[in-house]
């Protein structure tokens, strides 16, 4: 149960970083492919849930020309009755791929992996809605039951030997999606929120969490909340999305020169804000402000900074679903790590 994983992959290295954190309307999402799939799952507890909706996302293995960890972490549910289905290493025939996660009512295949804590290749046994609350297993989920009062406990069958992190491939988890699964790959989908996209570029930053450095044992294995960025610098790269395929030549050239003003507008205000945050720390430098003073406008500065992302999120999913094919529905698969 001590133990999460999930990776990613690619198939031509030149698709940079962007794609990583690309969100689009196929249900598996892949940039490059890797020859290799990635390291086993470490070991690790389970931070203790920080409060009521949280639902538990898995860490995984990422890549960017070599693989590094992306710690497990709490999520705020985005919906109401919405669980994560994480995403998971397969083999592609010539090369490891990663597909993504999303969020949905369902929880869709995940490769047959077993990331533990309710993700044990097959569906999510760490808790449930019921009447617009999530309910936790208590079993497999590490919960204040003093703070949190809509829990149970219902105990799962956990095979806490099997370590493998990728489907297909030689020695990788063989195992295939249900009819069931399957079709939930073709319900509404959210992909992974800002909060996610944030962690990850976070992780991506840290030297620490590469293979190459901890050689399997990441330093940070979990989180009790995704690492947030404090300021736009530290946010990840605007997402440039694929051009606008509707079957109407002029209608997408239209979408992709509202594409292009959008992404201007965007790049502008998180210069706007960084431009203002920096000069609000040479001001208190000046002043010789007491560390207090300091952290506050450090609060300050996340708060504004997260609003910022997530405003733009808002103004790019926007602009995706109205740019969708008439009849094509709402489909969406997640994108990131």
């Keep these: 149960m001590r133990y999460l994983g999930h990776f990613r992959i690619v198939r031509l290295l030149f698709l940079a970083i962007s794609m990583l954190f690309l969100s689009s309307a196929a249900s598996a999402q892949f940039g490059v492919s890797v ?4 390291p086993e799952m470490p070991i690790y507890d389970q931070p203790l849930c920080p409060g009521d909706g949280y639902i538990w996302t898995p860490g995984y293995w990422a890549w960017d020309g070599e693989y590094y960890w992306v ?12 669980l994560w289905t994480p995403g998971y290493w397969g083999w592609g025939g010539n090369g490891f791929i990663f597909y993504d996660g999303y969020w949905g009512p369902t929880v869709g295949f995940y490769g047959g992996i077993n990331y533990g804590y309710g993700y044990y290749g097959h569906g999510y046994e760490g808790g449930r809605w019921q009447n617009n609350h999530f309910f936790y297993n208590s079993a497999v989920n590490h919960v204040d039951e003093r703070s949190i009062r809509n829990v149970y406990n219902s105990r799962v069958n956990e095979n806490r030997a099997n370590r493998v992190s990728y489907n297909g491939g030689s020695g990788g988890i063989n195992e295939r999606a249900t009819p069931q699964e399957a079709a939930a790959a073709h319900d509404r989908h959210i992909p992974p929120v800002a909060a996610q996209t944030q962690h990850a570029y976070s992780a991506r930053n840290n030297p620490q ?8 044992t990441p330093p940070v294995a979990a989180t009790s909340r995704p690492n947030l960025a404090s300021h736009p610098k530290e946010l990840p790269p605007i997402d440039r999305p694929a051009a606008p395929n509707t079957g109407n030549t002029k209608m997408d050239q239209k979408f992709q020169k509202q594409q292009g ?8 205000q998180r210069q706007a804000l960084q431009q203002k945050q920096d000069n609000q720390h040479q001001q208190l430098a000046r002043q010789n402000a007491p560390p207090q003073r300091m952290q506050q406008m450090e609060q300050q500065h996340q708060q504004q900074t997260q609003q910022l992302q997530q405003r733009h999120s808002q103004q790019t999913q926007q602009m995706q679903q109205r740019q969708q094919p008439s009849g094509r529905g709402s489909q969406q698969g997640g994108g990131h790590r």
């Design 209 to 216: 969490q590469r293979f190459s450095a901890n050689h399997g």
């Design 261 to 268: 003003s959008i992404i201007a507008r965007q790049t502008q």
């Design 35 to 38: 020859s290799f799939g990635p």
């Design 71 to 82: 710690p497990g972490t709490w999520v705020l549910a985005p919906e109401i009755g919405y």
